[in-house]
């Protein structure tokens, strides 16, 4: 069974950096691009970007270019997404989701809370 | 401001069918497939229709997608109070950059 097991919540403060989790299993992991997709409160899907665990190649929608950064462990089946300077603009639901070969996100993970405040 | 333009909200009666639409461009929906997702709070999204009109296992044949040109619809007949939920359009562009459209909310009254 594919799944996508997220890291659980996180309470940060502004400033302070940031690394999720988006663990892969029931499947070759190397195989599938991994994308991520913010969820703002009372707002709708917005795609982050994406990478190929593979080879780690990653590409990264224009509104999220600098602000964040996608790597992957392929030795654990694992993507990231990691801030380097939250904002409190950065408080959202965070989705990682796997693309099927037909370019569909097929399976997502359970999404990851993330709250920036002072 | 989303890429792709949905309507904020959608309404119908059970049983009922409903249409949502999305509208896009040249460069997203008239080169690529689109892809419908469902949202309900509190939980992951839902692949619902992908390839424009194909249903994932699983998935109730009462929702069908289509794609004409640069915009797509997706149609549930014989609505649910189950389909209230958040409905979500979106493709990949020419720059491998996937766009989503702005989500229309339906409500089953």
């Known amino acids: 069974e594919v799944q996508l097991v997220q890291s659980g919540a996180e309470v940060k403060k502004p400033g302070e950096s940031l690394k999720i989790s988006c663990k892969g299993s029931g499947y070759s992991f190397t195989n599938y691009w991994i994308g991520w997709v913010r969820q703002m409160p009372g707002k709708g899907l917005e795609w982050m970007g994406i990478?190929?665990?593979?080879?780690?190649?990653?590409r990264y929608s224009p509104s999220f270019q600098g602000q964040v950064t996608i790597s992957a462990d392929k030795s654990i089946s694992t993507a990231y997404l990691q801030w380097s300077s939250l904002k409190a603009s950065d408080t959202a639901m965070y989705y990682c989701a796997r693309r099927a070969a037909a370019a569909h996100f097929e399976y997502w993970g359970q999404g990851t809370l993330v709250t920036v405040s002072s | 401001q989303s890429v792709l333009t949905q309507s904020p909200s959608a309404s119908g009666t059970p049983g009922q069918r409903v249409t949502i639409s999305c509208s896009g461009s040249s460069s997203n929906i008239g080169a690529n497939a689109v892809n419908w997702y469902q949202h309900l709070p509190g939980t992951a999204p839902k692949l619902l229709i992908y390839s424009n009109n194909q249903r994932p296992s699983g998935v109730p044949d009462r929702f069908s997608g289509s794609k004409s040109g640069t915009s797509a619809s997706l149609a549930i007949s014989g609505l649910q109070s189950e389909d209230e939920a958040d409905y979500y359009c979106?493709?990949?562009?020419?720059?491998?950059?996937?766009?989503f459209g702005g989500g229309t909310k339906l409500t089953v009254l």
């Open positions: 990478i190929y665990p593979g080879d780690s190649d990653t």
């Open positions: 979106a493709a990949w562009d020419d720059s491998l950059n996937a766009v």
